[in-house]
Every structure is written in C-alpha cells, then in structure tokens.
C-alpha cells in the first residue's frame, strides 16, 4: 500500500477562492492537466455494491472506508484510471491502474475477469469486490478542478468547481449526459493534500482555520443528488 497522506476538506465561497487563487498563482505551479484559466475537467464513474455501503458509512462515520471509481480528464480516452482510494480518518492513500476503452466497455458490461490477468493489485481488488460484493456503477460525478502544487511534501491544492452528478446514464463517455448541479452556486470544495506537513508559507496563505473543515464526500453529494431527482 502506498504512503498515506493527509487530506482536508473545505466548503468556501466564490469571494473566499478569488482571494486564494490570486495569492496562490504567484507561488506554486498549475498541475499538468491544466488545459485553461479555469483548470481541467473530471468525469467519474463510482461504483458500490448492492447494499450502497459505500454510501452510508460515510453518513455512519466509519474510521475506514474505501471507494473504487473509473475516471478520466478533459473527456478524453487517451488516460482512463480505475482507481481504489483508501482512506483512514483524514488519512488517505490512492491506488490507481491504467486500463483501454475497451477493457472500461468490458467492466460496463460485467465481463471483468481480464482483471485477473493484470499484475496489479487495484486490479485483484477490484476483481475480488465485483465478485463478492456485487459492485455496480451508481453515479458519475462531474466537476472542474483547479489544482496548484508544491514539490515540498507533494502539496496539491484544488479547487472543485460546478460540481454535478449524472442522471441519465453510467458511461462516462455518454455524449448526451445530462448533469444536475450537486452543489449549489456560490460554493465551491477546497481540498488540501500533503504527506507529513503543510509548508508554514502555504499554511499562513491558506488561513485554514478560518475556513469551514468538513468530511465532504462528492460521491454522496452526487449519490443523494441523483437520488432526489429521481424522486421528483
């Protein structure tokens, strides 16, 4: 299992990430998925077994949970990651494989045992889990990130903007996919990653404590989004 690292989550405002990204811009650099001033987009595709446990113990607050997710940036098919992200209180730690268009077309279709054939341990997992726990996909969750780094402890600072969740479809490839907002406007989440500390100069620009720390899950905010617009 690889280093885990810390992760916190905020809820902030428009006004609160205006200030932050202009003081941010001038000292660390843009991740390499950055395609405009805005970011790069993200599509995924989560998964959850027949119980949704995945959903609920989030709400339960369990210690440790787990998620297993397809994902892809900026609509493209050239990088497809099936990815499992372990995470242990505020700890976590990711877990990704690279696989083709067809391999994710397979999974879509309940053929995963080529999984089996991968030297690859998020691979053997998620295997395990569709066979035991009869894991499906349940929702896609849409969101443009703004992400800033720092070699220094692997500091990674996003900005996750005009979060939605998939409502007509489970392929992340659907041309067609209607979204529906999942977090309303003017909010925005602001995620802070490193791995032993956070560097003083980042900490004093950040002003964290000022800011509202939440257990923010996009999956359940996307999952419980579906779900009310399905009741509707």
Same mark, same amino acid.
């Given at each position: 299992?690889? !280093?885990?690292?810390?992760?916190?989550?905020?809820? @902030?405002?428009?006004?609160?990430?205006?200030?932050?990204?202009?003081? %941010?811009?001038?000292? %660390?650099?843009?991740?390499?998925?950055?395609?405009? &001033?805005?970011?790069?987009?993200?599509?995924?595709?989560?998964? &959850?077994?027949?119980?949704?446990?995945?959903?609920?113990?989030?709400?339960?607050?369990?210690?440790?949970?787990?998620?297993?997710? @397809? $994902?892809?940036?900026?609509?493209?098919?050239?990088?497809?990651? =099936?990815?499992?992200?372990?995470?242990?209180?505020?700890?976590?730690?990711?877990?990704?494989? /690279?696989?083709?268009?067809?391999?994710?077309?397979?999974?879509? #279709?309940?053929?995963?045992?080529?999984?089996?054939?991968?030297?690859?341990?998020?691979?053997?997992?998620?295997?395990?889990?569709? $066979?035991?726990?009869?894991? /499906?996909?349940?929702?896609?969750?849409?969101? +443009?990130? #703004?992400?800033?780094?720092? &070699?220094? #402890?692997?500091?990674? @600072?996003?900005?996750? !903007?005009? %979060?939605?969740?998939?409502?007509?479809?489970? *392929?992340?490839?659907?041309?067609? =996919?209607?979204?529906?907002?999942?977090?309303?406007?003017?909010?925005?989440?602001?995620?802070?990653?490193?791995?032993?500390?956070?560097?003083?100069?980042?900490?004093?620009? %950040?002003? =964290? *404590?000022?800011?509202? $720390? /939440?257990?923010?899950?996009?999956? +359940?905010?996307?999952?419980?989004? /579906?779900?009310?617009?399905?009741?509707?």
């Amino acid at each position: 299992m690889k !280093k885990l690292r810390h992760e916190l989550k905020f809820y @902030i405002n428009i006004s609160e990430y205006e200030l932050l990204r202009e003081k %941010l811009q001038i000292v %660390l650099k843009r991740d390499k998925h950055t395609v405009n &001033d805005e970011g790069y987009h993200i599509r995924s595709l989560y998964f &959850d077994n027949v119980y949704d446990n995945d959903l609920y113990e989030k709400n339960y607050g369990i210690y440790r949970r787990k998620k297993f997710r @397809i $994902r892809i940036y900026n609509h493209s098919d050239s990088v497809i990651k =099936l990815e499992k992200k372990n995470r242990f209180g505020e700890m976590i730690n990711k877990e990704s494989l /690279s696989i083709s268009k067809d391999e994710y077309q397979r999974l879509l #279709e309940w053929d995963y045992d080529f999984l089996q054939d991968k030297n690859n341990q998020t691979a053997k997992d998620f295997y395990l889990y569709m $066979r035991t726990q009869h894991m /499906s996909p349940k929702v896609i969750v849409d969101y +443009v990130r #703004e992400a800033y780094m720092e &070699d220094i #402890e692997d500091v990674r @600072i996003t900005f996750d !903007k005009y %979060l939605s969740a998939g409502v007509n479809s489970v *392929d992340i490839f659907e041309k067609n =996919l209607v979204t529906v907002e999942a977090l309303k406007y003017p909010f925005m989440i602001m995620e802070v990653k490193f791995n032993s500390y956070l560097p003083d100069y980042i900490r004093d620009i %950040l002003q =964290l *404590d000022s800011h509202h $720390r /939440s257990a923010i899950s996009k999956y +359940v905010i996307c999952r419980e989004q /579906s779900m009310m617009y399905y009741k509707q």
